[in-house]
């Protein structure tokens, strides 16, 4: 699970970045880890957690 998610994290981070004409805005040493498994009638759940910090740069 790990493996995957490390092969994901450049595709969620670029998915977060937004641009607006005051300032590009992107999400910067993100971290998602699993916070929780729960075992549900069709399967198991897996919740996810995420941390990370907001790079802004001003236009």
Known sequence: MAEVLESSLGGIQERLALETPIADLKIVDLEIF???????ASGLEIQLKA?????????
């Open 51 to 59: 941390r990370g910090k907001v790079e802004i740069g001003w236009k």
């Open 34 to 40: 699993p916070g929780g498994f729960y075992p549900t």
